[in-house]
Every structure is written in structure tokens, then in C-alpha cells.
């Protein structure tokens, strides 16, 4: 992949303290993209990046987040929706808590939601941004990953709920928006994916590339 | 391997129908009516409770429940299976059917109040009554959950709405995956003749017979499919043997996506 094009790029990332996102970073910055940096508030990172944080279900500290980084850079090129990945919980047959699908909806799709309805303005306004939806595989197989492991008796119902219904918001938000100039791609990764992180980041550059910006809410799944 | 069932073992299960007031819910509840089951109809409407009068009325026998709870609402679900639970054991069979559309507008025009209300109704719900509902299921090693879902092609559908009806893969996979004796299936559905959506066009302004005709138009089998036809292929599912579809969800939509 060319790194020339995609040097000087400025990038949001949602989602950064966690091993994937510090890969992601590390990434970009090989890249030479210029990461801004989410992450829910509590969850900051110690790195020297500009960097704010956001509320779950508040849209105001979502759109305070991206305003400040926007105003930081100038410009925003490209958005990489990472969750994560530590929060997926448990589902206990005997115990069915209602409250923690609450808690991964909002954390999760919603937030995913609040960043997409946050930048859409600032990339209609320069008619340009790349959009990379990290969601993982547990919608397609049914297999949530529930405290990291790939398959264990009543593991994460809520994760594959979520995941599939990313894949869905996804879809629709990228039908929307590539009138505009404005492509919203997707990779689905499995729970063991540090040992896929190369075939991750060549999926992340494919995607802000502009290749494929003819492709619209498509999914790279890698396992 | 999953094992198989009879047709006559549905004779006296329970099932739980959301959005049962009208269209695709009011024509599922009357099929599972038919054939034995008792049926818990719920909606947020009293269209819901005519529903219910009309099904005890045809059956001659108490087969039907209104159970007038918002399912968006976790504490309201969890009402609802405890009146379930204090008259009948559990629920057998739990059609995830309700759904609001949400406003037709773009995502990022769309307020989050919005969006939070559409994904509760269309995704929150079914999560909620299938988390309530399986306990039950996998006790009695005997469960059945179908989603009425959408297809994922679709263009111009609201965000939160098409979230909700995806969420429905994961679901339907995971449990297909992780309980033996509980049967999911999905059917991804576009158009369906139903007075909602005629109701619809009439609140456009458009003239129904000539949108209907359009939307017919659309599809290569020349027509939408019907509350009753997907009330039969529910039953099918329910009553067959097809357990190598267990936790698929099927598109059925008049072979349009092949049109675009």
C-alpha cells in the first residue's frame, strides 16, 4: 500500500486504550496519518496525542470531542471506530441481566452511532472522510467472545446482538452518506486478533486508501 | 444433532407474540391459535386486545392473552413475563416481531432521543423477552424463537432501524449455537401488505392503490407478501422438521435485491 497518500492525513480514532487501538495508533503514525484520539472518559490514554474524551449517551461531550480535534487539525480526513474490547460481558443462564445490554447498547452501538451522527457534518462540509466500522466477527458466527475466550458455554449473547446490529447501522449510514463523497467500510475481526494485526492494519489502510472508495458498507472479516 | 419435533407437541405450549395488534403479529397469533397454542399477544395498543377477542371468539376457548406492556422498557418486560409466569409456566414460543420505524430522516439529522427510542423498541425488546424467555426454554429443553427481521440491502431504511432488525442475526445465531433444544430462525422481510403500511403512503399524501402498485412493481413475484403468508411460513418453521434452519434468517423479498 502507498503511504504517500495517506501522509499528513489527520484521523479520529474512537476507542484507543485498549491493545487494538494502541496498535491502531502505532499504526497510523508508521502511516504517517496524525491520529486524534476517543475514549470513553476514565479510559484516557498516557500518550502525547491530542486527545478527549466522551460520556456514553451524552451527545454533547461527543460533539464537543470531535469539534475540539476538528478545530485542533483544521480538518478531519478519516474516522476509525474502534470499541473496546475488555467490556463484553457475560450472559449467565441463571441470571439473565436485562441492565447489561443496556450497558453494551450504549457503550457500543450507540456510541459508534454518536461519533458517525458527531463527524458527518465536518466530512459533508469538505465533502471527503473514510469511515472504518471495527466490529467483530461474533454477528456472522454466533460465537461472542465473552471474557476472551472464543467459545465457552453462555458467552456473550449481548456481544453478537451488538455486533450484528453494528454491521446493520453500518450499512444504512454508508448507503446515506456516499452521495456525499463519504465512504463507511467495515472489518470484523475474531477475539484472538492480536495475532492478526497485520492483516488488520493492510484492511485499515485498504480501506482509507480510497481504492475502494467505490465499495460501500462492505466488510473485510479476517480470521 | 438438534432433535426433531411432532406437530402435536405444539398443542398446548405458550407463546409470546410482540406487535401482535396488527399486520404480521395479529395474523401469527391467530395461526399459533389454530393450532393449539396459547397465545400472549402484546402491543402498546388496544388493537392488540381486539385481537385477543377475536382469536377466543374463532377458538371458542380461552387461547388468547392481551399483555399490554412496552417492550422497550427492560422493567415493563420483566412485568410481563412474571403475569406470564403466574398463569402459564413460561413462554414455549417468542415471536420477536414489534418494531417502530423510526424517523425518516438521515443519520445525522436524526436526534439520539430518536435514535435511542427506535433501537429500544426494534433491537432492546427482543433482547429482553429473549433473555426472559430462555430460561424457561432450555429447562424444558424445548424452546422456538423466530425474529421478523430485514433485509440488510436495503436503501433509505433509518439507521436504528436496520441496527435492530441485524441485531437479530447475532441473536438468532448465538442461541442456535449455544442451546440445543432451542430452534431460532429469522425472516428478512421488505414490503408487507399490511394496514400499517397502507396507512402510511395514505399520511404522505400518496394514493395508496397507485404506491401499492409501485411498490408491486418492485418486486419480480409482481406482488408484496402477505401477514397470512408469513403467519404460514412461522408455522411452518414451528410444526416442520427443518432443523438445518435452525439459526439461519431467510430473505424474502420478492427477489428486489436481484433488481438493484
Known amino acids: 500500500m502507498e503511504s504517500i497518500e ?43 496525542l491530542p486527545q478527549e ?62 461519533c458517525m451522527k458527531t463527524i458527518a457534518p465536518h466530512f459533508i462540509k469538505n465533502r471527503f472522510g473514510r469511515v472504518v466500522f471495527l466490529n467483530t466477527l461474533a454477528g456472522y458466527t ?20 451488538a455486533s450484528s446490529a453494528i454491521t446493520g447501522m453500518m450499512t444504512s449510514i454508508a448507503r446515506q452518506i456516499i452521495p456525499m463523497g463519504i465512504s463507511v467500510n467495515g472489518i470484523a475481526i475474531r477475539p484472538n486478533y492480536m495475532e492478526d494485526i497485520e492483516r488488520i492494519n493492510d484492511a485499515i489502510d485498504l480501506w482509507l486508501s480510497g481504492v475502494l472508495t467505490y465499495s460501500c458498507g462492505q466488510i473485510i472479516r479476517i480470521y | ?17 410482540t406487535g401482535g395488534g396488527g399486520g404480521i403479529g395479529k395474523a401469527v397469533c391467530k395461526k399459533l391459535a389454530s393450532i393449539g397454542v396459547f397465545v400472549y ?5 388496544d388493537s392488540a386486545k381486539k385481537v385477543v377477542e377475536e382469536i ?6 380461552k387461547m388468547a392473552y392481551f399483555v399490554r406492556y412496552d417492550i422497550s422498557d427492560r422493567k415493563a418486560v420483566e ?5 406470564i409466569k403466574s398463569q402459564h409456566n413460561g413462554v414455549d414460543i417468542l415471536i420477536n416481531n414489534a418494531a417502530v420505524y423510526g424517523p425518516s430522516c438521515r443519520f445525522y439529522e436524526m436526534s439520539y432521543n430518536d435514535f435511542v427510542k427506535t433501537i429500544c423498541v426494534d433491537l432492546s425488546g427482543a ?65 408487507v401488505d399490511t394496514p400499517l403500511i397502507r396507512k402510511a403512503m395514505e399520511s404522505r399524501g400518496k394514493n395508496v392503490e397507485e404506491a401499492i402498485k409501485e411498490l408491486n412493481s418492485k418486486s419480480l413475484t409482481g406482488r408484496m407478501i402477505t401477514p397470512e403468508e408469513v403467519a404460514e411460513i412461522y408455522g411452518y418453521f414451528l410444526t416442520s422438521l427443518w432443523k438445518s434452519l435452525d439459526g439461519t434468517v431467510i430473505l424474502a423479498d420478492g427477489g428486489i435485491t436481484y433488481l438493484r
Open chain 1, 6 to 48: 495517506l501522509k499528513g492525513k489527520k484521523c479520529i480514532l474512537f476507542g484507543a486504550n485498549d491493545p487494538l487501538g494502541m496498535n491502531i495508533i502505532k499504526h497510523l503514525l508508521e502511516m504517517g496519518i496524525e491520529p486524534g484520539l476517543i475514549d470513553i472518559d476514565g479510559k484516557e490514554t498516557n500518550l502525547d
Open chain 1, 53 to 114: 474524551t466522551v460520556i456514553p449517551g451524552d451527545e454533547k461531550t461527543f460533539k464537543r470531542a470531535v469539534d475540539n480535534l476538528s478545530a485542533k487539525f483544521g480538518k478531519i480526513d478519516f474516522l476509525i471506530l474502534s470499541y473496546y474490547f475488555e467490556d463484553k460481558l457475560k450472559f449467565f443462564i441463571d441470571d439473565p441481566n436485562l441492565e447489561k445490554w443496556d450497558l453494551i447498547r450504549e457503550r457500543w452501538v450507540d456510541s459508534y452511532f454518536l
Open chain 1, 142 to 161: 454466533g460465537e461472542g467472545e465473552g471474557e476472551g475466550e472464543l467459545i465457552i458455554e453462555n458467552s456473550s449473547i449481548y456481544e453478537c446482538a
Open chain 2, 1 to 17: 444433532m438438534k432433535k426433531t419435533m411432532d406437530k402435536k407437541t405444539l398443542n398446548g405450549k405458550v407463546a409470546l407474540v
Open chain 2, 41 to 45: 399477544v402484546n402491543d402498546v395498543s
Open chain 2, 56 to 61: 377466543n371468539k374463532e377458538r371458542e376457548s
Open chain 2, 79 to 83: 412485568e410481563m413475563f412474571k403475569e
Open chain 2, 127 to 191: 433482547v429482553y423477552c429473549t433473555l426472559l424467555a430462555l430460561p424457561h426454554m432450555i429447562q424444558n429443553k424445548w424452546g422456538r424463537i423466530i425474529f421478523t427481521a430485514a433485509p440488510m440491502s436495503s436503501s433509505g431504511i433509518p439507521a436504528p432501524y436496520l441496527a435492530g432488525k441485524a441485531g437479530f442475526i447475532g441473536l438468532a445465531k448465538y442461541i442456535s449455537k449455544k442451546f440445543k433444544d432451542v430452534y431460532t430462525f429469522g425472516l428478512a422481510l421488505r414490503h
